[in-house]
């Protein structure tokens, strides 16, 4: 798939790892570093922009590595980058550990994933069918 995508940043394209990655790392795009006290969150821009095909999302993800090591996670996660979104792409990133973050300019923050959807065409009905978990919710079905 081709996606059309504008760089503003001073860092090259979003690559993939490996041949079997299904997300590439986004880079904080930052004249001078930002740092995030515990609990505070921010907004750090990328200086991408993306055209998706229609049918397509943008998912916005954690960084595994930043989580277990420093407590840095993407707030709204995963995020979405809808196909009819021109702006540039920013992480919302919250620092969830008890010590300060520096971000600093290209810094990998985050992952993308492109994904096809559907959009639902809402049938409004009176039941539901009856399934086994009927409407069993969180933690419903045991501790084994």
Known sequence: MKVKIINKSHHQLPQYATP???????????????TLQPLQRALIPTGLFISL??????????????????????????????????GEICIILVNLSNEPFVVNDGERVAQMVIARHEQAEWVEVETLDETERGAGGFGHSGKD
Do not use: F, H, M, W
């Open 20 to 34: 079997q990655s299904a997300g590439v790392d986004l880079r904080a795009n930052l004249s001078e570093p930002v």
């Open 53 to 86: 095909p229609v049918g397509y999302e943008a998912q916005v993800r954690p960084r595994s590595g930043l989580a277990i090591k420093k407590g840095i996670t993407v707030l709204n996660s995963p995020g979405t980058i809808d196909a009819d979104y021109r």
